[in-house]
């Protein structure tokens, strides 16, 4: 019986004999070389970087360096299932592609892009919701492939509940909430080229499709506080503004719109004063099931299944929030711990391959959001290097429970690990 892992395999040695490699590296090293070299400055500093010194990056993984897998053997592993049951969605492996704003520095159309590899992989996406494509044309992009929705809770609630109808309109999964960026990160990798990409119109597509933040825009008062001080860096990102806002490029070029947009999105697109007591009202606001994240501590972890909270992500933001953060794979075991066995966790964070997922799982994981590594994926080859970046982990994902004695995910216990001694 031919797995994921054995199909990949194949696949790639058979090409190679004709002369072909892969669109992208197999592993994560020149995977990232190779996606830095293809991403321009600005791109490279948001999608690879992290909060002030990077200690959390480097903590996210060592944490996974203090575990070993210790395989079994002769336990009879020709057929294996990955597959998970997880919030009504069927998974064929326990990965989803994490939500990742702003996209569009990397690719063009970087949004269709993931949900047409997501789709093409059978592995959901979760859309950001700081997207440079409306979450209605990206669903439309997967067709019935699974899709998970991110929230991020704005200052007004009533965009609030406009963005959640949108993504019950669009037969999403679950509402996932985005709890650990009410205000943005230390980001010295941006701030040292003073680049955000907000501030250009990149990455609030979702806002400028939706009834309720055109309000808000025709409802702004124009700006009478002074003069704008003109540069040539001032015009060209006027131009940007521009160019990034839905409509043709020279009717809103005369229109103050597309600036409009952009100031009206920077000062409500999160909310600092955001609680418990706004969490408690989603179920009073939406069907979907819910999910907090950017869970780190156990007490918060206890207290969202207390409130009803059907799943969280252990989760913090890959490194780019808080700067000596606690690694999520630590996390994930304390709240594992704390919970027990029935509640719903994923964790994201540091994942690089298939092994990595195996350990996440073992730990206590029901899943995985894969983040940077398909982003890199998208700067080498698109949608093909998307789709090749999720092959190749879950190929190694399958031949890893294959090598280590186990048929299913149930049987992906913390049994098989031990401390690393290295």
């Given at each position: 019986m031919e797995g994921a892992g054995r199909r990949r395999q194949n696949a790639i040695y058979r090409a190679g004999v004709l002369g072909r490699r892969p669109a992208v590296p197999t592993d994560f090293a020149e995977l990232e070389r190779r996606a830095k070299k293809a991403s321009s400055t600005t791109g490279w500093a948001y999608v690879a970087g992290g909060a002030g010194e990077g200690r959390t990056m480097r903590a996210?993984?060592?944490?996974?360096?203090?575990?070993?897998?210790?395989?079994?053997?002769?336990?009879?592993?020709?057929?294996?299932?990955?597959?998970?049951?997880?919030?009504?969605?069927?998974?064929?492996?326990?990965?989803?592609?994490?939500?990742?704003?702003?996209?569009?520095?990397?690719?063009?159309?970087?949004?269709l892009h993931t949900a047409r590899a997501a789709a093409a992989a059978g592995v959901p996406y979760i859309f950001t919701n700081q997207g440079g494509t409306a979450m209605e044309e990206t669903a439309a992009a997967m067709g019935a492939a699974p899709r998970w929705v991110q929230l991020y809770w704005s200052t007004d609630e009533a965009l609030v509940d406009s963005l959640i109808h949108r993504a019950e309109a669009i037969d999403a999964g679950a509402l996932v909430v985005t709890l650990d960026t009410t205000v943005l990160g230390w980001r010295p990798q941006d701030l040292n080229l003073g680049s955000l990409p907000f501030a250009k119109g990149l990455g609030i597509a979702q806002y400028t499709s939706d009834p309720r933040f055109q309000e808000l825009v025709a409802s702004r008062k124009p700006n009478k506080s002074g003069k704008t001080e003109v540069t040539i860096k001032a015009i060209q990102a006027l131009i940007e503004i521009t160019r990034n806002h839905p409509g043709r490029f020279w009717a809103n070029l005369r229109s103050p719109k597309p600036r409009a947009s952009v100031e009206t999105f920077l000062d409500i697109y999160s909310n600092p004063r955001l609680s418990w007591d706004h969490i408690a009202t989603l179920r009073e606001r939406t069907r979907l099931p819910i999910v907090l994240k950017g869970i780190l501590h156990p007490d918060d972890a206890k207290r969202a299944f207390d409130e009803g909270i059907d799943a969280i992500v252990v989760s913090n933001h890959g490194g780019r929030q808080v700067d000596n953060a606690i690694a999520s794979l630590d996390a994930l075991v304390r709240i594992r711990d704390a919970v027990g066995p029935v509640p719903k966790i994923l964790m994201d964070s540091g994942i690089r391959t298939g092994a990595d997922v195996f350990v996440a799982v073992a730990l206590?994981?029901?899943?995985?959001?894969?983040?940077?590594?398909?982003?890199?994926?998208?700067?080498?080859?698109?949608?093909?290097?998307?789709?090749?970046?999720?092959?190749?982990?879950?190929?190694?994902?399958?031949?890893?429970?294959?090598?280590?004695?186990?048929?299913?995910?149930?049987?992906?216990?913390?049994?098989?690990?031990?401390?690393?001694?290295?």
């Open positions: 996210n993984r060592a944490a996974f360096d203090r575990w070993a897998i210790v395989p079994r053997m002769l336990r009879d592993v020709a057929e294996r299932d990955l597959g998970q049951d997880l919030l009504g969605t069927r998974l064929t492996a326990p990965v989803l592609l994490a939500p990742v704003g702003a996209g569009q520095l990397i690719a063009a159309d970087a949004d206590g994981a029901d899943a995985v959001l894969l983040g940077r590594p398909y982003m890199y994926g998208l700067a080498i080859a698109g949608q093909r290097g998307i789709e090749e970046v999720i092959a190749n982990v879950i190929a190694e994902l399958d031949l890893t429970m294959a090598l280590t004695g186990v048929k299913n995910l149930s049987e992906v216990s913390r049994e098989l690990l031990v401390p690393n001694p290295a």
